[in-house]
């Protein structure tokens, strides 16, 4: 983990809700995983007070620049939105852990909903780099908020569309979704982002089938270096039930672990 | 002169009653862990206080546990805790591989159990002195501490010193009508120094779901935005002690912490401002220097209370 102030290359609006952050990450000595975040100060002021966490979108090695897909949902992100290209960014990280794409996996799921593509995209990526056919399920409110579409397509992956405004998003409608794709395809390894409903339905499916599976969790947090103890998640570990900081321990986890509230 | 040699010619130095620090900035409790390592140097640090520790383990408080607020953040963690023994075999082992002086936080369900594990600690080689969190408002029901009562905050002190020959520090609460008497009565129970002050007691709702933005209903407010009633009660506690006191509240940066010491402390503690900076006691050191150099002080020790009053 590094803090540095990188330059914005680009930070515009690419949909209703959605913005798409590039920054010049040459300066950046760590490798970045897909899964990864980085915890960014949103402005200089005391109002937002904290750093935002923001999953990894893009990593693009060559140029050396990380992309960030984000939500405007409250004061941070809409600070974020008003930053402009050329100023600097107060970045940290890259933090946690990432997915695990295992070297034998062929074939994997990702089923994601909202802002939760953004950080199913940069494993698509990876996948892509080890000739992983990837399936994916997005789910959004509207098409419009579907925008990373076009991005894991561009990674080669398979994509099935469902909204909540077209009524395909329902759990139901997801879990033949699935049933279909698991019948279909020998799924190696599946992943989840964005939703809670989502995560409950693929912790059955790869229980009932024995598929690994991981999901990228997300929690308010204070320090992102697993000091403060406040993003904390419990994990089922046998007869055990442990505490785990998402921001150290995670914020990726083996998805039959984690007990999804 | 180059700057270097005249960097190196500044005193830092600072001595809190008996535990010598060679600069006066160190972590606040809950702000600070393993997880750091990679970010700062912990032997440039005027000391190292790992978050507090308590007898058994605990689980902390139901999430969320922190949010924002202006200039600030209220927390309420509950001290998510491994317990003494993880502490002793793990925590403290280690912080072997630095020279910074520890001080352990300790926390506690009774005052026999602040004695108990005051005991423990102090007898480690690893621990060079012992705060006594008597202030934590995360704990019980409404905030309620050992620190808010002059008669409890004398009794603790006094049982602890019958055990310890290391320095004890008494971290004060902010939530009480008079400071200065807490103060006292940890002087008077034998503390060596105090911590001035643990976090405000506070709450924030969010009007659209109408609930509580932290799981615990209350927590404790930090951050800039509590300096200023920092600064006040460090100064209320100078007038009536006689013993060291470490600041701790709202320090961002390096003009704060010398707020804090114009006040009457002696160290400053950072605790939010990693959250925001994860250089930030650095950064801070690197600006009281730059301070002393411009009004040309070479001791840090000349502006502990020094805030200029006409009385």
Known sequence: MESLKMKIL?????????????????QLQTKVSPGQFFYIRCGEAYYPFLRRPFSIYRINKQEKVLEFLY????????????MKAGEKIDIFGPLGHGFTLKDDASNILLLARGVG?????????????????????????????LLATETLQSFGAIIHKVTDEDGTSDVHNVSQLVDTIMDRDHIHAAYTCGSKRLARLLQEKTRERQIPAEIALEENMGCAMGVCFACVC???????????????????????????P | ??????????????????????????PASGAFGEGMEGVIDFNALGAIVPKSITKHPRPGNATPRVCEVPAGMINSI??????????????????????TPLIASISADSIDEFAEMSEVLAAHRRVDALELNISCPNLKGDGQAFGMDADITYELTKKVRQVSDKPIICKLTPNVTRIQDIALAAEEGGANALTAVNTLLAMSIDVHTRKPKIGNVMGGLSGPAVRPIVVRMIYQCYKVTNI???GCGGVMNGEDALELMLAGATAVQVGTASFINPTAMLDILDEIKAYMKEHKIDDINDIIGQVDINE
């Open chain 2, 244 to 246: 060291p006191i470490i």
């Open chain 1, 117 to 145: 593509i953004a950080t199913l995209a940069a494993l698509a990526q990876e996948a892509l780099e080890k000739n992983v056919k990837t399936t994916a399920i997005l789910s959004a409110r509207t098409y419009n908020d």
């Open chain 2, 1 to 26: 002169m180059t700057n270097q040699t005249v960097q190196e010619s500044l005193n830092l130095k600072v001595d809190l009653n008996g535990l010598q620090l060679s600069n006066p900035i160190m």
């Open chain 2, 78 to 99: 509950g001290i998510q805790s491994k317990g003494i023994e993880y502490y002793l075999k793990h925590t403290l082992p280690f912080y072997e591989k630095y020279d």
């Open chain 1, 10 to 26: 680009s930070n515009v609006q690419v949909s209703e809700r959605y913005w798409h952050l590039s920054v010049d990450a040459s």
């Open chain 1, 234 to 260: 419990d994990i089922q570990e046998e007869d055990e039930i442990r505490s785990v900081r998402i921001c150290l321990d995670g914020p990726v986890f083996p998805l039959e672990k984690v007990i999804i």
């Open chain 1, 71 to 82: 939500l405007t949902k409250g004061l941070g992100t809409k600070r974020l939105t008003e």
